[in-house]
């Protein structure tokens, strides 16, 4: 077998595997044995080690990852060339489910609506309704693309060439391209991988699947990411795929863009059983003589415990599910405007209001009792703060005018459901009658806060989002509460929307401001630099980008805090507060 184009790329090789070699820290996970016996010394000093080392340690990804049983979520948009885009969306497809990777490539589906397929082939991601006519994007077909290959990826099904050595984030890697032999095979991937050169873990791997699946069908281009979450442990974390100019037997154009998101990969741990090293168990004598300063409650107060016991409920049922994140900084980010706007109205709500974040990448907001939550999704694309304040608003007067009540969850059976059934469980919508009485007061808490004069881009964004309710309704439609109210009246204020100003940015690109932890949920504020636009088709309002993680080996928790201190303070109730948090007017 040809591994090197030539002799140059070899002797750089060479010597990237010297520097390795000095490094080398392998994980306890590379212990498998590759089939050049100098690579099970944990040297790798020669070619044929390191690409025996770079297969085994992928055999061994292939067996570990089928232990996990993580949530999937893919968002698909269709796209139609457009003479000053470049190209926009004009249809959108939403799947959320959760994987059963021991099981093989199964996608099990948490939406009531998108049930699981039956059997299909693995390697087309798009399966035909009727006949050459209509078809259908097919979850289990992107999940496929968080694996190179699960049966045969080794020297007699493929080529391995030398490309370069680079950094991903802080990561250096050995790039190869790889090719399938003929012969070798349906389902073999053609492309290009990263190995992260201590472990040599494939990190990244671009191509598509070949040969083409059956007569009529397709396999998509992919960018899959493994990222570093535990000592010595990648797992699967992004998928990007796109096809700019497919075409089917009719000749009809197949043009989309999709994000594959995967995290939930610690659900066992979403209730924080490791805290029970942490219990500290008092003497006998500290719980005596409490009793006198103990009094039975009264009706009132018992009814206001079993709102709160009930909402406790929620709020831990859907953390345990993977669906909501762990509380947070970015939490504190969106209470300090809470805390504003109650101070511009004097208010001083009891029980203190809260806020979480929803995991899911859909467009919606919904108060559980005195907890606020909006979702990864509407965090992502809101532009600025006074749309973000316009969104806390509405939450907070939905708390206080409609007063959700949480009374059929005060018993703790009633949300003891699985992540698979966690959506055609709970709902939190509210009726359009209450959500228009809401935002009504919402437009009043506005007028009295710090954000009364930045509400213009509040309007822009609404204005922005019902320009795409047609073409992009599984991003907007909810899940589990309510979508962005209206604003009748910050949309009649708001100026006109001109898609081609670069300096109006009405709404953000999907993935714009939150970083998620696909191990342990935990949540942050991404800080990228500011970008300066070249043109407008760079503003992709609530559109799917390629991704490009900055790749770290893993820290220990708090080893590397990323948070803005400045974020996380929580204004004061006694004086107006300056906003604490600063979303940028400009393209992230």
């Known amino acids: 077998m040809r591994v090197w184009r030539n002799l140059s790329s070899s002797l750089v090789l060479v010597g990237a595997l010297a520097i390795s070699a000095a490094a080398q820290q392998a994980p306890a996970a590379d212990q498998a044995q590759p089939a050049d016996p100098g690579a099970s010394s944990g040297q790798v000093t020669t070619v044929n080690q390191a690409i025996d080392r770079i297969i085994a340690r992928e055999h061994d990804e292939v067996a570990t990852i089928k232990h996990y049983t993580p949530i999937v979520e893919t968002y698909i948009q269709d796209m139609r060339p457009d003479k000053d885009m470049g190209a926009v969306p004009v249809k959108d497809h939403y799947y959320l489910g959760q994987a059963n990777l021991a099981s093989g490539v199964v996608d099990n589906s ?49 080529q391995f060439d030398y490309v370069r050595s680079e950094f991903l984030g802080d990561v250096r890697c050995l790039v190869f391209d790889v090719t399938p032999l003929p012969k070798s095979g349906k389902g073999r991937f ?146 300090a405007y809470v805390n504003n706007i109650e101070v511009g109205n004097n208010l001083d709500i009891e029980p203190e209001v809260h806020c979480r974040v929803l995991l899911t990448g859909t467009l919606e907001a919904f108060s559980i009792g005195h907890t606020i939550v909006v979702s990864r999704g509407l965090l992502d694309a809101l532009p600025d703060e006074g749309s973000l304040a316009t969104i806390i608003a509405q939450e907070l007067a939905d708390i206080m005018v409609t007063k959700p009540s949480t009374d059929q969850w005060g018993f703790n059976d009633a949300t003891n459901v699985s992540t698979v059934e966690a959506l055609s469980h709970f709902s939190f919508r509210d009726n359009p009658n209450d959500m228009q009485v809401a935002s009504q007061k919402a437009a009043d808490l506005l007028k009295n806060s710090i954000y009364k004069d930045k509400l213009a881009n509040a309007g822009l964004f609404l ?109 004061a109730k006694q004086t107006p507060a300056q906003s604490q948090s600063q979303p940028q007017s400009q393209q992230q």
Do not use: C
């Open 110 to 158: 948490m939406l009531a609506d998108k049930k699981a397929a039956g059997k299909i082939d693995q390697f087309n991601p798009i399966a035909h309704l009727s006949g050459y006519f209509s078809s259908d994007y097919v979850p289990a077909g992107f999940l496929q693309m968080i694996y190179i290959d699960t049966n045969g990826f080794d020297r007699q099904h493929y």
């Open 190 to 335: 053609k492309g290009r991988i990263w190995v992260e050169d201590q472990g040599y873990t494939t990190v990244r791997f671009n191509g598509v699947f070949t040969p083409i699946t059956g007569i009529n069908g397709y396999n998509l281009h992919f960018d899959s990411w493994r990222m570093n979450i535990q000592p010595g442990l990648w797992l699967p974390t992004f998928v990007f795929s796109q096809e700019s100019d497919l075409k089917d037997l009719l000749g009809n154009h197949i043009r989309f863009k999709s994000q594959t998101r995967l995290w939930g990969y610690d659900l066992k741990n979403a209730a924080h059983e490791e805290e029970l090293t942490e219990l500290t168990v008092e003497a006998p004598n500290a719980v005596q003589g409490q009793g006198d300063s103990q009094l039975d409650r009264s009706p009132i107060e018992a009814e206001r415990e079993w709102q709160h016991q009930a909402e406790t409920n929620v709020l831990d049922r859907l953390q345990r599910v993977g669906l909501l994140a762990p509380p947070n900084e970015v939490d504190k980010v969106l209470e």
């Open 463 to 571: 204005k922005q989002l019902d320009a795409e309710s047609k073409d992009l309704p599984a991003l907007i439609d909810p899940r589990l509460g309510n979508r962005v109210a209206p604003f009748a009246t910050l949309v009649a204020g708001a100026p006109e929307l001109k898609p081609d100003n670069l300096d109006q940015i009405a709404a953000l690109p999907i993935g714009s401001r939150i970083k998620l932890d696909p191990w342990s949920d935990q949540i942050e504020l991404l800080k990228p630099k500011p970008v300066t636009l070249l043109s407008a088709r760079e503003k992709m309002p609530f559109q799917v980008t390629p991704f490009e993680p900055y790749l770290t080996r893993y820290q220990k928790p708090g080893a590397n805090v990323n948070a803005d201190p400045s974020h996380a303070d929580v204004a």
